[in-house]
């Protein structure tokens, strides 16, 4: 089963911020917050990926609660092309093997 | 540099028959995982493999099969099809496990599978 939960979908504006949340009450000290998205009929595509820290890229920021069991993938700027299907998946250090993935939030942007 | 490229882009086979899906993975890369998706939901975990060796396999029947070469290239078989196969299969491949979970793992665009 997967080990995060998120909204099924969302709704946001053109050119405004979105916040995509995800739960994961379950989280242990060895696991890495990772977030993908998948556009439509794609592969999916690494978004970003932190540990404890808030982290930023040029596609992505993460925040993640001080408790861990929680964290938030914030888009800034909110395009056309971002509209995806985001999944928020916990991988272990240790463990390379596998990633499990939940039914994702998928994102809807209005022009 | 070249992605993960995987093929065929898209087949349809018979119930019964026997498909081969290949990967290969970004240069450089000795890690290569599969995964099945269906229609609506999030992809699952169905091999992993490191210099072809399999470290790894997901809750799947033996039906489905798979190997690394040399040149850390793979392939997916599934045998003895069925139409629950019908799926989305991606191939996805990073630098070597172990390595902590700081390793991005880099999907293909994946195979199309319809089984009629």
């Known amino acids: 089963d997967a080990k995060t939960t998120q909204p099924n979908s969302m709704e946001s504006n053109e050119e405004e911020p979105v916040h995509l949340p995800c739960n994961h009450s379950?989280?242990?000290?060895?696991?890495?917050i990772h977030w993908y998205r998948q556009l439509p009929s794609q592969g999916p595509e690494y978004v970003i990926h932190?540990?404890?820290?808030?982290v930023n890229n040029r596609m992505a920021s993460l925040a993640i609660a001080e408790d861990r069991k929680s964290s938030t993938l914030i888009l800034h700027r909110a395009t056309l092309r971002d509209a995806a299907v985001y999944y928020c998946?916990?991988?272990?250090?240790?463990?390379?093997?596998?990633?499990?993935w939940g039914a994702g939030t998928k994102l809807i942007i209005k022009p | 540099d070249a992605g993960v490229t995987q093929s065929p882009t898209h087949l349809i086979k018979t119930r019964g028959q026997h498909v081969t899906l290949r990967c290969s993975p970004i240069?450089?890369?000795?890690?290569v995982s599969w995964y099945q998706q269906v229609l609506g939901q999030g992809p699952q975990f169905i091999f992993q493999y490191y210099e072809k060796e399999e470290r790894g396999r997901g809750n799947f029947p033996d039906r489905f099969s798979a190997r690394q070469f040399p040149n850390y290239s793979s392939e997916l078989n599934v045998n003895a099809l069925l139409l629950g196969d019908s799926a989305l299969y991606l191939c996805?491949?990073?630098?070597?496990?172990?390595?902590?979970?700081?390793?991005?793992?880099?999907f293909g665009e994946g195979s199309w599978l319809t089984v009629v």
């Open positions: 998946i916990l991988r272990d250090w240790n463990d390379n093997y596998q990633l499990i």
């Open positions: 240069s450089g890369h000795k890690s």
């Open positions: 932190g540990l404890t820290s808030n």
């Open positions: 996805a491949s990073s630098p070597q496990p172990g390595q902590g979970s700081g390793n991005t793992i880099y």
């Open positions: 379950t989280i242990s000290g060895t696991d890495y």
